[in-house]
T-cell receptor
């Protein structure tokens, strides 16, 4: 069984400030980890993913995340927030690719960016 | 860039009515999924579909739900007799065979049951 914990429901940062969105996971098998972003009235867009190999992964729009097995974490960061980053962010976990590779999502975090 | 499309964007129906939500996955993808998101809650897995059969389904996906790939392009979710608690955003997703797990999501259909 797999699960994702995203603590807090809302993060507010100033434009230009560091963005840190936390994600912890639980998985009985080596996980594949994902961050998705949802802009208002839109679907889920893949930001980045970790499967195997390098634990620091870079995604679109300047975001990156680091897989830390010892901490069971996959926190999302961006050095400098932009107004356009305001959205809802979901962390998700799946088993390694196979027919049953469903995604299990966290409850999401809303990111607000103050001018 | 290829994308997953869903129709309609918003569906309003009365309790007890049947609804069919439609999805057109990315053309060369072979795995298909339905998820739902009740307002204010997390995105939940409903069902996965591969090789013309259900691969896995959640406990939410009871006998009132069914999926079908009626032709080479569409993937549908049918709810036979809608309940108030079926009101949610329904997302379709698809994944390529051999892809590294990433699923591509459609924009969703907001289902409102009155």
């Amino acid at each position: 069984a797999q699960s994702v914990t995203q603590l807090g429901s809302h993060v507010s940062v100033s434009e230009g400030a560091l963005v840190l969105l936390r994600c912890n996971y639980s998985s009985s098998v080596p996980p594949y980890l994902f961050w998705y972003v949802q802009y208002p009235n839109q679907g889920l867009q893949l930001l980045l993913k970790y499967t195997t190999g390098a634990t620091l992964v870079k995604g679109i729009n300047g975001f990156e995340a680091e897989f830390k097995k010892s901490e069971t974490s996959f926190h999302l960061t961006k050095p400098s927030a932009h107004m356009s980053d305001a959205a809802e962010y979901f962390c998700a976990v799946s088993a390694p690719t196979g027919a049953n590779s469903k995604l299990t999502f966290g409850k999401g975090i809303t990111l607000s960016v103050r001018p | 860039e290829p994308e997953v499309t869903q129709t309609p964007s918003h569906q309003v129906t009365q309790m007890g009515q049947e609804v069919i939500l439609r999805c057109v996955p990315i053309s060369n993808h072979l795995y298909f999924y339905w998820y739902r998101q009740i307002l204010g809650q997390k995105v939940e897995f409903l069902v996965s579909f591969y090789n013309n059969e259900i691969s896995e389904k959640s406990e939410i996906f009871d006998d009132q739900f069914s999926v079908e790939r009626p032709d080479g392009s569409n993937f549908t979710l049918k709810i036979r007799s809608t309940k108030l608690e079926d009101s949610a955003m329904y997302f379709c997703a698809s994944r390529a065979y051999g892809g590294l797990g990433e699923q591509y999501f459609g924009p969703g259909t907001r289902l409102t049951v009155t």
